[in-house]
């Protein structure tokens, strides 16, 4: 079993920045492809971004390229979010998920364990 806690969520004003922090309980954490979703009032969850176990490849959704980044301390078994430049639609709560193996996936059904979520709200 996983457990996955996040943090750092909270109100910002558009253009502004956040980080996310997810830590997770597993003793392999460095096995697992770390993974960030999010999920709007009245939407679908949503990927975000994922990160490979060393860390060296990832990859991200078309909405937030060039303003998010994901990192991972392997270390600290944690993943972190930086979020640039915010604007109103990405406002949501945020999960963070992992996948045993290191493919890196963008589907939620691919992904074994999953946190409570943070809510992240931009305002204009």
């Known amino acids: 079993q996983v457990q996955l806690v996040e943090s750092g969520g909270g109100l910002v004003q558009a253009g502004g920045s956040l980080r996310l922090s997810c830590a997770a309980s597993?003793?392999?954490?460095?096995?697992?492809?770390m993974g960030w979703f999010r999920q709007a009032p009245g939407k679908e969850r949503e990927f975000v971004a994922a990160?490979?176990?060393?860390?060296?490849?990832?990859t991200y959704a078309d909405s937030v390229k060039g303003r998010f980044t994901i990192s991972r301390d392997n270390a600290k078994n944690t993943v972190n979010l930086q979020m640039n430049s915010l604007k109103p639609e990405d406002t949501a709560v945020y999960y963070c998920?992992?996948?045993?193996?290191?493919?890196?996936?963008?589907?939620?059904?691919?992904?074994?364990?999953w946190g409570q979520g943070t809510q992240v709200t931009v305002s204009s």
């Open positions: 990160i490979s176990w060393s860390g060296g490849s990832t």
């Open positions: 597993a003793r392999t954490f460095s096995r697992y492809v």
């Open positions: 998920a992992a996948r045993l193996g290191n493919v890196l996936v963008t589907t939620t059904d691919l992904y074994n364990y």
